[in-house]
Structure formats: structure tokens, C-alpha cells
């Protein structure tokens, strides 16, 4: 963390004797151990709230990415939907259209055949 190497520390450990002295220095090493323990848990919870904190933001933006290709997917499938009730209704007036261009193509013939056939079935109906 402080990149302090060994020989720095012994120099360090040197100093504390000569101005704390041995009596006081075993006190002053388990308070300095204290504060260090102490320091190094805040830095490791800021750090788990740090990285926390960044796979939210992280989740959050891949859920709205995730929304914006469901609200395109959304729009894509109303749009093919209203194309293919186009689709529809030109189909159907296509049909209407042939089925009148095929009743108004039957001759004077085939009305009177067909008028004297239904005239028929009811006078049989009728006589039974």
C-alpha cells in the first residue's frame, strides 16, 4: 500500500526506540497496529462500495439497453402488423373485386337458367 521496504522499516522501528524508549514502544506498536487495521478496513469497505456502486451503473445501463432494443423490437413488429393488415386488405379487395368481375360476367342465359331452376325448386317446395 505505502510500498515501504524492510530496511526502511527497520530504520523506522530504530527511531521509535531511541525516542519512545522500550517501555513505551510495545503500547505505541499495538496502537499503530490498531489504527493501521482500522485504516485498511475503511479503504477495503470504500472500495467494495466503490465497485458496488459501479455494477449498478453498470446493470442499470445494460438494462436500458436492454429496454431500448425491446421498445425497436416493439415498434418493428407494430410496424410489420400494420403492413401486413395491408397486406389483408388488398387481398380481400382483390377477391371482392373478382368475385364481382365473375357475377357480372354471367349472361342473360345463364340468369333466366338460373331464375327458372329457383323458380322450379319453389313450386316443388310448395307442392309438397
Do not use: C
Amino acid at each position: 500500500m505505502f510500498d515501504i521496504g524492510f530496511s526502511e522499516l527497520l530504520l523506522f522501528g530504530v527511531i521509535a526506540l531511541i525516542v519512545l524508549g522500550p517501555e513505551k514502544l510495545p503500547q505505541a506498536a499495538r496502537t499503530a497496529g490498531q489504527w493501521y487495521a482500522k485504516l485498511r478496513r475503511t479503504v477495503s469497505t470504500l472500495q467494495s462500495e466503490i465497485e458496488a456502486e459501479l455494477d449498478l451503473a453498470e446493470t442499470r445501463q445494460q438494462m436500458q439497453n436492454e429496454l431500448a432494443k425491446i421498445r425497436q423490437t416493439e415498434s418493428d413488429m407494430k410496424r410489420e402488423l400494420a403492413e401486413m393488415r395491408g397486406s389483408m386488405q388488398k387481398f380481400e379487395q382483390s377477391q371482392n373485386q373478382s368475385l364481382d368481375a365473375s357475377h357480372q360476367s354471367i349472361t342473360p342465359y345463364d340468369k333466366d337458367h338460373q331464375q327458372n331452376t329457383t323458380s322450379s325448386f319453389i313450386k316443388q317446395e310448395a307442392d309438397q
